[in-house]
């Protein structure tokens, strides 16, 4: 089965950036729409990013200048750019997406194994 394989995050100061990936398992799957999602501990997991089939992009209010997707195709792999980072963006970021087979054009939607990001003050 298809997986969404996250890489990036760690630890940054407050002010730092970090780049988040996001791409398919399987190269006959490509990705069409991704959401970004995090939870904080004790906190809902909630949207903080996402990136529609048609390109339009949508941010959360307190990420808006800051956080950036972006998609590269012929890498399979979906990025969420974040500058000046803070210390409430700590938390677990996950991809959601929708994943396309190439061949017959059947759609699925996965997770991925999320991420830490942490960002010290």
């Known amino acids: 089965q298809v997986q969404l394989v996250q890489s990036g995050g760690g630890l940054v100061p407050a002010g730092g950036s970090l780049s988040l990936s996001c791409g398919a398992s399987?190269?006959?799957?490509?990705?069409?729409?991704i959401d970004w999602y995090r939870q904080a501990p004790g906190k809902q997991r909630e949207v903080v990013a996402g990136?529609?089939?048609?390109?339009?992009?949508n941010y959360k209010d307190s990420v808006k200048g800051r956080f950036t997707i972006s998609k590269d195709n012929a890498k399979n792999t979906v990025y969420l750019q974040m500058n000046n980072l803070k210390p409430e963006d700590t938390a677990v970021y996950y991809c959601?997406?929708?994943?396309?087979?190439?061949?017959?054009?059947?759609?699925?939607?996965?997770w991925g194994q999320g991420t830490q990001v942490t960002v010290s003050s």
């Open positions: 399987e190269s006959t799957f490509s990705i069409d729409a």
């Open positions: 990136l529609s089939r048609a390109g339009t992009t």
């Open positions: 959601y997406a929708e994943v396309v087979m190439v061949t017959t054009g059947e759609m699925r939607d996965y």
